[in-house]
Nanobody, 123 residues
Framework: QVQLAESGGGLAQAGGSLRLSCAAS????????WGWFRQFPGKDREFVAA????????YYTDSVKGRFTISRDNAKNTVFLQVDSLKPEDTAVYYC????????????????WGQGTQVTVSS
């Protein structure tokens, strides 16, 4: 059984920070691209960030550049999203995703998905 278990969401004030985690089990994801997505109420999931197998290359949507940081710990089969300088408009359900091919991540067609973790930012 392959599962992605997310944690770290919660309530933060504007300008605050959270660290989201996604721990995989059932297989090694060391050779996979990781991605983070978020979904606003009534909207489709949108791409937030991605990271390659080594962590050397990172990709972000423009709205989070300079505020969010994606990282991974292959020894722990885990990907993180550090979210800083939070804004109320960051309020959403955040999902992790994994796939062997980067276009599958960015297109929202990743093979594996987490269950989502709620991030709520108050003004």
């Amino acid at each position: 059984q392959v599962q992605l278990a997310e944690s770290g969401g919660g309530l933060a004030q504007a300008g605050g920070s959270l660290r989201l985690s996604c721990a995989a089990s059932g297989r090694s994801f060391n050779a996979y691209f990781w991605g983070w997505f978020r979904q606003f109420p009534g909207k489709d999931r949108e791409f937030v960030a991605a990271i390659d197998w080594s962590g050397a290359r990172k990709y972000y949507t423009d709205s989070v550049k300079g505020r969010f940081t994606i990282s991974r710990d292959n020894a722990k089969n885990t990907v993180f999203l550090q979210v800083d300088s939070l804004k109320p408009e960051d309020t959403a359900v955040y999902y992790c995703a994994a796939d062997q091919m980067f276009p599958q991540i960015t297109s929202g067609r990743a093979s594996y998905w987490g269950q989502g973790t709620q991030v709520t930012v108050s003004s």
